[in-house]
Nanobody, 113 residues
Framework: VQLVESGGGLVQPGSSLRLSCVASGFTFRYYPMNWYRQAPGKEREWIGGITRDGGVKKYADFVKGRTTISRDNARNTMNLQLNNLQTEDTAVYYC???????WGQGTQVTVSS
């Protein structure tokens, strides 16, 4: 199982980013997928998730209304669109297949003026 996150970077408050997760080594379309993040000195926290067919998406309250998760089962890819980023969104962002205990290396998002 391999999960490769990308798309992070240094952005100013109010900016947007689109993160991607490319999965391999398992049958992607069979698994619900989730995004997590871990800020310095804090526990890893769940951001949101998407069902196998992409029909249902759920989000944590702290990103609701400014975040969209999508997936493309033909490309084994999941995306996380983050809008109106704030300094408290600074963290390493990870994707994970539900039920599989594998993590990627994450992608760093830094929000700073």
């Amino acid at each position: 199982v391999q999960l490769v996150e990308s798309g992070g970077g240094l952005v100013q408050p109010g900016s947007s980013l689109r993160l991607s997760c490319v999965a391999s080594g398992f049958t992607f379309r069979y698994y619900p997928m989730n995004w997590y993040r871990q800020a310095p000195g804090k526990e890893r926290e769940w951001i949101g998730g998407i069902t196998r067919d992409g029909g249902v998406k759920k989000y944590a309250d702290f990103v609701k209304g400014r975040t969209t998760i999508s997936r493309d089962n033909a490309r084994n890819t999941m995306n996380l669109q983050l809008n109106n980023l704030q300094t408290e969104d600074t963290a390493v962002y990870y994707c994970k297949a539900e039920g599989l205990d594998y993590w990627g290396q994450g992608t760093q998002v830094t929000v700073s003026s």
